[in-house]
C-alpha cells in the first residue's frame, strides 16, 4: 500500500528527473549564440515539426501510445497522459517557444528568455514542491520567488547589448513579469511556452520606451 507520504516522495523524485532531462534544453540557447537566425530556424522547424506529429500522432494510435508511454511515461506529468483533450508534452512547448521567440525577436532577448524558462522553471518546481508553504496566485510563493532570484541570476550572466544599467534593470522586469507568467500558466497554458515569449515581450516593449536607439544585435555573435 502506498501512502501519501511515499506518493510525495516518488513525485518529487519524478520531478528531479523531469528537471534534469529539461535542463538539456539549455542546448538550444547555447548552439544559438554561435549559430545564425538562419541556421537556427533550419534546426529548429523540423525538430518542432517532428515533435509535434510525434505528439499528436498518440491521440491517433493506441498502439504507439502505448509504447510511447512505455519508454518516457515516466518523464511525463499526469495531466500530460490522462487527459480527455489534446496535450502536447512539455519538450514540444519548449520547442514552440523557441521557434516562436527566434522569429520575431533579437537574439539577446531570445537568449535570456530560453535561459531564464529553463532555470527558473527549475528551482520553481523543486523549492516549491519541497518548501512552498504560502499561497500566491495559482502556485506557491516559495516557488515564485525562487523562479525571480534563480532567473535573476541567469539574466546577470547572459549577454548583454551594451550593458548598460538600463539593460539591467529591462532584465529585471522581465524576470518579475516572467515569474508571474510561470505562476499563472495553470490549467490554460504551458509555461514553457507563456515564458519565452513573456520575457522577449516584455523586453522588447521597455528597450523601445527606454533604450529606443539601440541597436538590438549582441557585439561579436553571428546576426
Same mark, same amino acid.
Given at each position: 500500500? #502506498? ?5 510525495? /516522495? ?11 532531462? $529539461? ?12 549559430? /545564425?537566425?538562419?541556421?537556427?530556424? #533550419?534546426?529548429?522547424? *523540423?525538430? /518542432? ?29 499526469? $495531466? ?16 514552440? %517557444?523557441?521557434?516562436? #521567440?527566434?522569429?520575431?525577436? *533579437? ?20 523549492? %516549491? ?14 516557488? /515564485? ?17 551594451? %550593458? ?31 515564458? *519565452?515569449?513573456?520575457?522577449? %515581450? ?9 533604450? *529606443? ?11
Amino acid at each position: 500500500m #502506498t501512502t501519501k507520504l511515499d506518493k510525495g /516522495t516518488i513525485d518529487y523524485k519524478a520531478e528531479l528527473l523531469r528537471k534534469s532531462i $529539461h535542463l538539456l534544453s539549455i542546448s538550444i540557447a547555447v548552439i544559438y549564440y554561435f549559430v /545564425t537566425r538562419e541556421l537556427a530556424l #533550419t534546426i529548429l522547424i *523540423p525538430l /518542432t515539426v517532428v515533435s509535434l506529429i510525434l505528439d499528436l500522432a498518440r491521440y491517433i494510435s493506441p498502439a504507439y501510445k502505448k509504447y510511447l508511454y512505455s519508454i518516457v511515461g515516466f518523464m511525463m506529468r499526469e $495531466h500530460e497522459i490522462n487527459s480527455n483533450k489534446i496535450i502536447l508534452s512539455g519538450a514540444t512547448y519548449v520547442l514552440i %517557444g523557441a521557434l516562436v #521567440t527566434v522569429l520575431f525577436f *533579437p537574439k539577446a532577448f531570445v537568449l535570456l528568455g530560453i535561459a531564464v524558462l529553463i532555470f527558473g522553471d527549475i528551482f520553481a518546481a523543486l523549492i %516549491g514542491r519541497k518548501f512552498g508553504r504560502h499561497k500566491f496566485l495559482f502556485k506557491s510563493l516559495e516557488g /515564485t520567488l525562487s523562479f525571480f532570484l534563480f532567473g535573476s541570476l541567469v539574466m546577470l550572466i547572459t549577454p548583454k547589448i551594451d %550593458g548598460s544599467l538600463t539593460e539591467y534593470l529591462i532584465g529585471f522586469a522581465a524576470v518579475a513579469v516572467a515569474a508571474i507568467i510561470e505562476n499563472v500558466s495553470y490549467g490554460w497554458a504551458d509555461d514553457n511556452l507563456t515564458v *519565452p515569449i513573456a520575457v522577449c %515581450g516584455t523586453m522588447a516593449i521597455l528597450y523601445s520606451i527606454f533604450l *529606443p536607439n539601440l541597436e538590438l544585435v549582441l557585439p561579436n555573435v553571428p546576426i
